[in-house]
């Protein structure tokens, strides 16, 4: 009876809450900016690279091929101490583009190191000349006019962070779309909570942010996880300008990144993820992680408890995993509609199922056990 009554309470607040992100992901109109007239942003693109040599020509000519004013923007990549030939494969591709304003810094040149991307990023801001700066990642790509709507959002809006979306490249295999559903379920919530002021979540491979906002909140400083380059620096900013976090939706400002490919990869990723967890220091944050893993694992433990307990109240248990199963599936429609990505609805049963007990799981596993990232 404890259990039904535990089970009943989070899945409730879940099902508010995500109501709740609806409610704001649907407040985010399409953000159709046009063309600037005459565009004034002088923009710097942090790229932190760390052995991504099958994918970094790739990135490039998707940054070459960009429609905003060359003489606007530049390309800063940071080598994070890459042991592959990822810098030589971006210096060819340099030397082939004579107009493509782009620099290579080498990190291991600085002292002391820690090795992780944060550190990349601050010594990439540090040698930035635009007054705003754009991180994306060496898997990325983007549309032609990605930096172009970013600015011209920038110049109408003047927010201290923009947000914007980020989607998984189409995949044949069935985990490849399963990882791409979940993953435009976590862009679009954390969207919607920028959208309803308490912003939870955002993403690094296309996050921009002013110069100054980034010296003012002393960048990354005071973090005390290897990861967390998005997040933490979203806490920071929302805090000293409150309201000045905006997401971008606007379906020309999408940058696409691989998905991970193999069965480590991803935990190693989700546990990544889930080490944040523990450091959050946002009152409402951790109440949303305590929700939304807390539904998960009690719904973990009553299919457990549905095969094992021949006294379990099974139509309760189905009526609890009902609500939380509509309110989902309305999220993930809406959201997948915008992505033009509705044919991964045919995923959804599986990945709602799949995903309580992988929820379950990596929640706990990452809270104790450490991941590895890139060696």
Known sequence: ???????????????????????????????????????STLISVILSVRNEEKVIENC????????YPTHLFEILIINDNCSDATIQVA???????????????????QSPLTNNKKEAIT??????????????DG??????????????????????????????QAQASFAGNLQALEFIGL??????????????????????????????VDGFAGDKSASGDDIFLMYKIANFHPGGVHFLKNDKAIVTAEPVQTINGFLNQ????????????????FMVAIIVYGTNLLLAVGAILLIASPDFNELLFILIFSAKFIIDFIFLFVATSFFKKGNLMWYFLPCEILNVFYVSIIGLIGSLKQYSWKN
Not at 5 to 13: D, G, H, M, N
Request: charged fraction near 15%; glycine fraction near 6%.
């Open 187 to 216: 862009v679009a919530s954390g969207a919607a909570s920028i959208a309803t002021g308490h912003p939870v979540m955002c993403n690094g491979a296309n996050l921009a942010y002013e110069k100054t906002v980034f010296n003012q």
């Open 270 to 285: 989700r546990m990544r993820w889930v080490s944040k967890t523990k450091l959050l220091k946002d009152t409402y944050s």
């Open 91 to 109: 210096n060819s591709f340099i030397s082939s583009k004579s107009d493509f304003n782009c620099t290579i810094l080498e990190l291991r040149d």
């Open 123 to 136: 010594f990439g801001v540090s040698k930035a000349s635009g007054e705003l700066i754009i991180t994306t």
């Open 1 to 39: 009876m404890a259990y039904l009554i535990a089970a009943s309470i989070f899945t409730l607040a879940y099902c508010v809450l995500m109501l709740f992100y609806t409610y704001g992901w649907l407040k985010l109109t399409n953000k159709e900016s046009g063309p600037i007239v005459q565009p």
């Open 139 to 168: 898997d990325c790509t983007m549309g032609a006019s990605w930096l172009s709507t970013i600015a011209a959002y920038y110049e109408g809006n003047r927010p201290k962070m923009i947000s914007s979306p980020v989607v998984f």
């Open 60 to 67: 490039l000519l998707h940054l070459a091929g960009q429609d």
